[in-house]
């Protein structure tokens, strides 16, 4: 398991202290685990699991092959909470009863203590994209224009991991939802990031800039605003448009792709790197909006409302063009070819995430309709113990009716093995197996997980079997 050298960043706390104050930050009761697996029309609520990050070490760099571990689920976690404090949220029904958690959520005290830790997450979060993209040499506009087209922004048609997932799903309609799921942190507060750039002083881009911005407002008609056309697509397949009704259910690189832009947009440092990847984005989206509107169109067989995405196929023709002839030339015109590594680094960064996020999706798919195999592998796996073929760590667990596991993930393979009771062992939106007493299942590593307990009380074991493919030869 390797770990790249930690880059030095400005302002970063280290070992104890950065560990004492992400504790201090997650201290604040609107952090703490849910008794529910939705929340409720309640902006402000992110389970951040305090219980578990005295344990965890955010002073270091994890490289691409953690990068999925739990601990980056939780910098993620916590990341978006400390990005949003930036944006307006409140709840659809008004108010009422949450002034306090409205109070606690955007008090100087949360925002002062997520701005202590931010620098040192975002190094933990993002400094595997360092190792993983190079950009080396001299640049001039000639060189990028080469490498934009290279990069084909137009091709057409090529289903992605995740796209295939879902059509080959088990359950297309869970996994689609599932999907849709992963672009609510994103669709439903869109271009908050991207309006990070709009403040200042910088001349005639601003104001190209600014257009982009004012397209994803729809022009200041609410129905056209393109989180509210999201919201419609939501509510077409059943799901909730309340900001983070499905929390528990983004995965760790969901919620990297739309922290990454933050990071950007809060860190003018990489306002070039920002412009990079948002011509990347605008002008990839037009494509991956064709290929979701006809995947939704085919899963919800027409019942779907795609606006969304039928829209993006139109405006972000412009967008991409936009940010290339009104953004990015202007721009080095200004200031040279000093920028274009940033500009570069921006879409290869953003391509690394995307990719990322790509296999992440289609693995929880897997994982999700493997639910059944998953169980079943309980068996053997549980023998090789018994059988002294396997010693693991083993944890003795009881908890009471209704006890609710906030979702997690393990660095490791485990397995789980119920003594005694019923539990709900949840792998995904909708998407469960009923354990009982005897029974088990095999947890795979890194996959998003969480349990309720159904009967009066539950006795378990957990494993720590590490590899269970071990466990079976
Ligand atoms: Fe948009
Ligand atoms: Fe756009
Ligand atoms: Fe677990």
């Known amino acids: 398991m390797s770990h790249t050298p930690i880059a030095h960043v400005p302002f970063a706390l280290h070992g104890e202290e950065l560990r004492q104050a992400v504790i201090a930050y997650a201290a604040n009761p609107i952090y703490r685990d849910n008794e529910e697996w939705e929340n409720a029309d309640n902006p402000y609520h992110r389970q951040l699991r305090p219980q578990v990050l005295p344990h965890l070490d955010f002073d270091r760099v994890p490289a691409r092959d953690r990068a999925l571990e739990y601990s980056s689920l939780a910098a993620q976690r916590i990341l978006t909470s400390i990005y949003e404090a930036d944006l307006v949220f409140f709840p659809k029904a008004g108010l009422g009863e949450l002034n306090d958690d409205f109070r606690a959520y955007y008090s100087p005290g949360n925002r002062a203590r997520g701005e202590l830790i931010r620098p040192a997450l975002e190094r933990f979060a993002f400094g595997f994209l360092d190792e993983e993209v190079e950009v080396s040499g001299t640049w001039d506009q000639a060189g ?156 919800f067989e027409g019942q779907a409302d795609t606006r969304y995405f039928t829209e993006h196929v139109h405006i972000d023709q412009h967008h991409g063009r936009m940010a290339l002839e009104k953004l990015i030339k202007p721009l080095i015109a200004e200031h040279g070819d000093q920028i274009i590594p940033e500009l570069v680094r921006g879409i290869e960064e953003f391509r690394a995430l995307s990719t990322l996020a790509d296999e992440d999706f289609a693995t929880q798919i897997a994982w ?93 074991q957990i494993h720590s079997v590490g590899d269970y493919q071990a466990c079976l030869s």
Not at 407 to 436: A, K, P, W, Y
């Open 144 to 299: 990028l224009e080469t490498y934009l087209e290279s990069l084909d922004v137009d091709a057409t048609g090529h289903a992605s991991l995740a796209e295939q997932a879902i059509l080959n799903s088990s359950d297309p309609q869970r996994a689609a939802r599932m999907w849709l799921i992963q672009f609510a942190p994103d669709f439903l507060s869109e271009a908050s990031p991207m309006a990070r750039n709009v403040l200042g002083y910088y001349g005639n881009t601003q104001s190209e800039w600014f257009k982009i911005v004012i397209d994803e407002y729809g022009y200041g008609v609410h129905d056209t605003k393109h989180s509210q056309l999201f919201e419609r697509t939501l509510e077409s397949v059943g799901l909730s448009s309340e900001l983070h009704r499905y929390w528990q259910y983004y995965l760790v690189s969901s919620l990297a792709m739309n922290n990454y832009f933050h990071y950007l947009g809060k860190n003018h440092e990489h306002f070039f790197r920002y412009l990079g990847a948002l011509y990347y984005t605008e002008s990839t989206l037009v494509d991956f909006c064709r290929r979701a509107t006809s995947l939704l169109d085919k899963v």
């Open 368 to 460: 999700m309709d493997d639910g059944p195999r998953y169980k079943e592998l309980h068996g053997p796996v549980h023998r090789a113990i018994l059988d002294g073929k396997v010693t693991a760590p083993v944890a003795h667990i009881v908890e009471p009716f209704g006890e609710l596991s906030n979702t997690h993930s393990h660095e490791g393979d485990e397995l789980c093995h119920i003594v005694s009771g019923t539990m709900r062992f949840v792998s995904g939106f909708n998407s469960h197996q009923i354990l009982e007493a005897g029974e088990g299942t095999v947890i795979q590593r890194n996959r998003l997980h969480g349990a309720i307990i159904e009967s009066h009380e539950c006795i378990y």
